[in-house]
C-alpha cells in the first residue's frame, strides 16, 4: 500500500486536499497530517511514508526544510499560493507542485505522476540546487527577524537579547526562554517565535526545543542512537528527537 503525509498550516487547505486525494486515489494511505515543519519531520521518521505533501510556507521549518532534512528518503509534492519565482522554478526542476487552491485535473497530472515513480521503484529526485534557489526566495521575503525577546515577570520587564539565548522550549501555553544567567517564560507560543528565528542560527532539536547553534557544545549518542545536547553556559542537558538526529552526523 502506498503511504503519504500531508503537512499544512491551515485547516480547511488540508482536509480539502484530503478529501480530493481520497476521490481520485482511494488506495492511498494518509499516515498523517501535520500542521507545521518540526510535525512532519517526525512523522516523515516515524511512518516512512512513500509521499510527503509539503505547503512551502509553515511556520518555523518550511516544506523547503522538510524536504531538504529527508534527503530523497520519500517522493516530496509542494503546495504553495501563486509564485511565478516558484512554478517557475518547479518547473525547470521537473518537481510536482500544486498551486493552491489545488484543482482536479492538476491533482490528477501529480497522482499519475507519482504513480510512474512509485511502481517503477525510482528514488526521489535530488532537489538541493532547487531548494536553496527556493530557500533565498522564501528568506527574502521572511518576516523581520527577533532582535530582542521581552518577559513579564510580576511588575517587572525582563529583556533578552536574541544572541543571548541558549534555548527555547515550548510549555504548554507559554515558551520558556534560557539564557547563562537568567530565564522566563512569555506568552507567545513557539512556533510563532520561530517565524522571526533565523533557521541557521536557531536549531529545532525537538518537536517543543529550539537551541542556539553556538552554545552547542558537544552532542552524546546513547546505545539506541539517541542524542543528548550539552551548552555553554547551561547544566542542562536537552534530548534530540529521532527525527532531528540527521543534525549531529559526523562529517
Known amino acids: 500500500m502506498t503511504t503519504a503525509i500531508i503537512a499544512e498550516d491551515e485547516d480547511l487547505p488540508r482536509k480539502e486536499l484530503r478529501r480530493m486525494l ?15 515543519g518540526a510535525e512532519a519531520l517526525e512523522a516523515i521518521h516515524e511512518h516512512q511514508p512513500d509521499i510527503a505533501f509539503l505547503d ?35 518547473a525547470a526542476g521537473a518537481v510536482d507542485y500544486l498551486l493552491k487552491p489545488i484543482l482536479q485535473a492538476r491533482l490528477i497530472e501529480a497522482i499519475e505522476r507519482l504513480k510512474t515513480r512509485i511502481d517503477s521503484k525510482q ?63 512569555v506568552r507567545k507560543p513557539l512556533k510563532e517565535i520561530m517565524d522571526g528565528l533565523d533557521s541557521e542560527q536557531f536549531w529545532q532539536i525537538h518537536r517543543s526545543v529550539v537551541v542556539r547553534a553556538d552554545a552547542i ?23 534530540v528527537s529521532q527525527a532531528y538526529a540527521w543534525c549531529f552526523k559526523p562529517m
Open 56 to 90: 512551502i510556507r509553515m511556520p518555523g521549518m518550511t516544506g523547503l526544510d522538510v524536504a531538504h532534512a529527508v534527503k530523497g528518503r520519500c517522493h516530496a509534492v509542494f503546495t504553495t499560493a501563486y509564485d511565478s519565482y516558484a512554478i517557475d522554478a518547479f
Open 217 to 239: 557544545s558537544k552532542a552524546h549518542r546513547d546505545e539506541m542512537g539517541r542524542y543528548t545536547v550539552e551548552l555553554h553556559g547551561s547544566n542542562e542537558k536537552l534530548k
Open 123 to 185: 528514488d526521489a529526485p535530488d532537489i538541493s540546487q532547487l531548494m536553496s534557489a527556493l530557500d533565498k526566495r522564501l528568506r527574502s521575503n521572511a518576516p523581520e527577524r527577533i532582535r530582542w525577546v521581552s518577559a513579564s515577570v510580576g511588575d517587572t520587564i525582563k529583556m533578552f537579547a536574541i544572541d543571548k539565548i541558549l534555548f527555547f522550549t515550548s510549555d504548554e501555553k507559554y515558551t520558556r526562554v534560557v539564557c547563562a544567567s537568567d530565564e522566563a517564560h
Open 22 to 36: 481520497a476521490e481520485l486515489w482511494p488506495e492511498l494511505k494518509i499516515v498523517a497530517e501535520c500542521e507545521h
